[in-house]
């Protein structure tokens, strides 16, 4: 699927749930290492795109670094790497999957970075991400606290099954933390990727990491 067709089952997916929903695509660069793929994708108009790993961002950031690109990090950030990630200067880190990291980022800057909490909404132990129960405790005890946080809302990764109810549900579950915490400025639901974002948007998502399914047009 390229760009324009994503864009068109984005929007149809979109009126299922309100015309008003406006939904951003961040576009998943982890499948390759090549830079001429995202520089087509780039030509195409894709602004955002989302890595992973920091070592694989810094290298896609340096080779990139004549384009004006929206760097996302989505992954699991371990606190050796904070550093690093920080001088990369990304527009936004997806993955704060608890107060701890997070109090780790407030030390080591001083300029607020956009940051989105990570909610393990399909309750799989392999997964990272907090625990649903907490997340409204934890959104609310960083943004207090922890003032180079700039918390902007949420992000989850659906559950991992066939089972469509079950999909549903860990997205709804993550919609529901998300309206309760619109109140204390969020703003941004990031949830569905190539096998669920139609699901997620239909459950209010307004931002989509997708990478499989769109890289396979350009690789
Ligand atoms: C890899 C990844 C994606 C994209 O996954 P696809 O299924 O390839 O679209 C989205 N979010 C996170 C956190 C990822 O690690």
Partial sequence: MNLDQLIQRVEAARLRRSEHLIVQIVAVTKYTKETEPLRRLYAEGQRAFGENRVQDMED?????????????????????????????????????????????????????????????????????????????????????????INLQGVMTIGAHVDDETEIRKSFRLTYDIFEKLKPYGAKICSMGMSGDFEIAIEEGSNMIRVGSALLNSYL
């Fill in 60 to 148: 896609k950031v340096n080779a990139l670094s004549d384009l004006p690109i929206e760097w996302h990090f989505i992954g699991n950030l371990q606190k050796n790497k904070i550093n690093k990630l920080l001088k990369l200067n990304p527009f936004m880190i997806q993955s704060i999957n608890s107060y701890e990291l997070a109090e780790a980022i407030n030390k080591r800057t001083d300029k607020p970075v956009r940051c989105l909490l990570e909610i393990n909404s399909a309750k799989e132990p392999t997964k990272h991400g907090l625990q649903p129960e907490l997340a409204i405790e934890t959104y609310l005890k960083i943004k207090e606290n922890l003032p180079n």
